[in-house]
């Protein structure tokens, strides 16, 4: 089946540490974004990506970096400078230019000790 | 910039009764897409509908149908026959045409009630 994978679904992590959020696509789509969501935000653009080897800063890159190497491939990692990490994190993709339907990875759920 | 106001943050509904979920956006494209994500409990956000600015026709999908009123840019969501299933947040979300990301309002969250 074609879709969005995100690894793993709950993550727990020490404050100092950084921690990599996985998301993969297999619907041979060229976009893919990360998202952040706290209750009453709706959901933040973080990091998005449009080609292999090229991403671009969203609304709130700050803290985090992500890598395109693979075009089905689109880490994220939560550096320490994040100084509120604790959210939900959804991974999406999107197919071409005429048609911008995302579709979204179940998401992971990030949590801070 | 682009930006998507969603003034209800909640409603509920009786069960088989209909409801309308306001959204209103700016942008200066001309062209552009606009579309309702469902997020249920599971958190798997789903999409509802979809409207392509330079159609005129208003989107309908089963019971999800939308009201696009581009000069008022305005794009309401109404649910017909609602059913328990339907309680979820919905997400409105604007993105001009090509892979650019989505810009999303603030959710409303809808109770279906039996």
């Known amino acids: 089946d074609g879709g969005i994978t995100q690894s793993p679904k709950y993550l727990f992590r020490k404050e100092g540490q950084n921690v990599t959020l996985s998301c993969e696509q297999n619907l041979n789509h060229d976009a893919m974004y990360w998202y952040r969501q706290d209750p009453g935000q709706g959901l933040r653009l973080i990091y998005y990506s449009q080609i292999v080897n090229d991403f671009q800063k969203g609304d709130i890159a700050e803290g985090y970096s992500v890598s395109r190497e693979k075009k089905e491939s689109f880490p994220l990692t939560v550096t320490s400078a994040q100084k509120n990490p604790t959210a939900f994190y959804l991974c999406?993709?999107?197919?071409?230019?005429?048609?911008?339907?995302?579709?979204f990875g179940p998401g992971t759920r990030l949590t801070v000790l | 910039a682009q930006t998507v106001t969603q003034s209800q943050p909640e409603m509920s509904v009786q069960e088989a009764e209909t409801v309308t979920l306001s959204c209103t956006y700016d942008t200066s494209e001309s062209n552009y897409y606009l579309f309702w994500y469902k997020q249920p409990p599971s958190r798997q956000m789903i999409l509802v509908i979809r409207?392509?600015?330079?159609?005129?026709q208003n989107a309908t999908e089963n019971r999800f149908s939308v009201n696009f009123q581009k000069a008022a840019k305005s794009f309401s969501l109404k649910i017909s026959d609602s059913q328990l299933g339907d309680t979820a947040m919905y997400f409105c979300?604007?993105?001009?045409?090509?892979?650019?990301?989505?810009?999303f309002g603030k959710g409303t969250r809808l109770s279906v009630i039996a």
């Open positions: 979300a604007l993105s001009p045409s090509g892979n650019t990301p989505l810009v």
């Open positions: 409207q392509e600015a330079y159609k005129q």
């Open positions: 999406a993709s999107s197919q071409g230019p005429t048609y911008n339907e995302q579709f």
